[in-house]
């Protein structure tokens, strides 16, 4: 019982040694028994399992991914949470780090003067709910759609819409 409890001690500080002594020689009776098993000839012609171009096909979604989310934080497409009551109403380039904002916050617009250093309030001013610059500019597309609206429902006079 002894021996065993020596022996058992004496392998376990020699642990590593003996799996990678176990791994090599799997290994090469593996690469043996391959070259004694039939000829490369012989094996079945189909998609074989490559892991780098899997892994270098994730690695290529993810940084899509990641770009995409970039991009969209950077152009402002997705509006923001937790702003609730302040908008933006209109902001006007000035150079590549000035420019002039136009905010309403409530029933209140500013106007602001956005530089790299600083952001100063340059005016202020009482905004009703139906001012006519909270509305966006229409479009050429959208005036030309309500033309065509009006001219297919005068030109409908069974009462149907299209």
């Known amino acids: 019982m002894r021996q065993l409890v020596a022996c058992l001690t004496l392998s376990a500080a020699r642990l590593p040694l003996?799996?990678?002594a176990v791994v090599l020689s799997q290994s090469?009776?593996?690469?043996?028994?391959?070259?004694?098993?039939?000829?490369?000839?012989?094996?079945?012609?189909?998609?074989?399992?490559?892991v780098t171009g899997?892994?270098?096909?994730?690695?290529?979604v993810i940084l899509c991914i990641v770009g995409l989310?970039?991009?969209?934080?950077?152009?402002?497409?997705?509006?923001?949470?937790?702003?609730?009551?302040?908008?933006?109403v209109s902001q006007i380039p000035l150079s590549m780090k000035e420019k002039l904002i136009v905010v309403q916050v409530g029933d209140e617009k500013l106007?602001?003067?956005?530089?790299?250093?600083?952001?100063n309030t340059l005016h202020s001013w009482p905004s009703a709910p139906?001012?006519?610059?909270?509305?966006?500019?229409?479009?050429?597309?959208?005036k030309l759609l309500a033309k065509r609206q009006?001219?297919?429902?005068?030109?409908?006079k069974g009462g149907e819409q299209l």
């Open 28 to 50: 090469l009776w593996a690469e043996e028994l391959a070259t004694k098993s039939a000829p490369a000839a012989n094996l079945p012609a189909g998609p074989s399992f490559d």
């Open 130 to 142: 139906d001012d006519e610059n909270t509305k966006p500019p229409e479009s050429a597309f959208a």
């Open 18 to 20: 003996i799996i990678t």
């Open 69 to 88: 989310m970039w991009l969209l934080k950077r152009s402002r497409l997705v509006a923001a949470t937790g702003q609730s009551g302040v908008s933006l």
């Open 150 to 156: 009006l001219t297919a429902a005068s030109s409908n």
């Open 111 to 119: 106007l602001l003067g956005c530089t790299a250093a600083a952001i």
């Open 54 to 60: 899997m892994i270098g096909s994730l690695l290529f």
